[in-house]
């Protein structure tokens, strides 16, 4: 997995695969949870769009102001050409997530679908985590949501997101994986935490932070899959 991390692997991939696929959810299964804390008015960006269908089934429920970035500049043409179209209002820009183009605020809502952890697969993954996070805060709005759906448990992506720079209130969901039955979820034990995704919340509090409150705000809402 640790190609994963690599920009090159990205750029092979899409020029050898052009089939959308979507890493872990496709919308109808995380919308139950994400619709709490996105509006259709909202600025939203797709960090790491990939070829997923998520932006465009959300756009068809309305949510048509999304900026999708990627750093394959492969991927970014052919979303370009797909969507030029059949959901013109979506922008798609070729960009770093660790170095985003975009003013401070820019953004109520950031959305990343497994972007964390590709980069925790590659070389530095956690200085580049942190400045992926560190530009993702900045570009968020004063009351903004970062929205991270990963495969890693809390204990293995908490900690990333414990750095003092940061004032955010985290929630933690759990939805079962797609290849998991209803019937094997309801019976699992919770440490049969294989069969879940997870889906990190963390809502800006920018004005705690100004006023003193470096540490991170965290509260703990470990909800089973819907």
Same mark, same amino acid.
């Given at each position: 997995?640790?190609?994963?991390?690599?920009?090159?692997?990205?750029?092979?991939?899409?020029?050898?695969?052009?089939?959308?696929?979507?890493?872990?959810?496709?919308?109808?299964?995380?919308?139950?949870?994400?619709?709490?804390?996105?509006?259709?008015?909202?600025?939203?960006?797709?960090?790491?769009?990939?070829?997923?269908?998520?932006?465009?089934?959300?756009?068809?429920?309305?949510?048509?102001?999304?900026?999708?970035?990627? @750093? %394959?500049?492969?991927?970014?043409?052919?979303?370009? =050409? #797909?969507? +030029?179209?059949?959901?013109?209002?979506?922008?798609? /820009?070729?960009?770093?997530?660790?170095?985003?183009?975009?003013?401070?605020?820019?953004?109520?809502?950031?959305?990343?679908?497994?972007?964390?952890?590709?980069?925790?697969?590659?070389?530095?993954?956690?200085?580049?985590?942190?400045?992926?996070?560190?530009?993702?805060?900045?570009?968020?709005?004063?009351?903004?949501?970062?929205?991270?759906?990963?495969?890693?448990?809390?204990?293995?992506?908490?900690?990333?997101?414990?750095?003092?720079?940061?004032?955010?209130?985290?929630?933690?969901?759990?939805?079962?994986?797609?290849? @998991? %039955?209803?019937?094997?979820?309801?019976?699992?034990? =919770? #440490?049969? +935490?294989?069969?879940?995704?997870?889906?990190?919340? /963390?809502?800006?509090?920018?004005?705690?932070?100004?006023?003193?409150?470096?540490?991170?705000?965290?509260?703990?809402?470990?909800?089973?899959?819907?």
């Amino acid at each position: 997995m640790a190609h994963y991390g690599k920009p090159e692997y990205w750029e092979d991939r899409y020029t050898k695969d052009q089939d959308p696929f979507d890493w872990y959810q496709r919308w109808a299964g995380v919308k139950d949870i994400l619709t709490q804390y996105i509006q259709q008015t909202h600025q939203i960006l797709n960090n790491g769009c990939g070829n997923s269908r998520m932006s465009e089934e959300m756009y068809e429920e309305g949510y048509q102001f999304i900026t999708n970035i990627d @750093i %394959s500049q492969v991927v970014i043409h052919q979303m370009i =050409d #797909k969507y +030029k179209d059949k959901c013109p209002n979506l922008k798609f /820009l070729c960009m770093d997530g660790r170095q985003l183009q975009f003013e401070d605020g820019s953004f109520d809502a950031v959305i990343d679908k497994g972007t964390m952890d590709s980069i925790l697969c590659g070389d530095s993954s956690g200085p580049n985590a942190q400045q992926m996070l560190t530009e993702i805060y900045r570009t968020l709005s004063p009351n903004g949501v970062y929205i991270c759906i990963s495969y890693g448990i809390p204990e293995q992506r908490e900690h990333y997101f414990k750095h003092s720079s940061f004032a955010w209130e985290l929630t933690v969901h759990k939805v079962a994986k797609p290849t @998991i %039955s209803t019937a094997t979820v309801l019976s699992a034990d =919770d #440490k049969e +935490k294989k069969n879940f995704h997870y889906i990190y919340v /963390l809502k800006k509090h920018e004005a705690a932070k100004q006023e003193g409150a470096i540490q991170p705000i965290i509260y703990y809402s470990k909800n089973k899959s819907r």
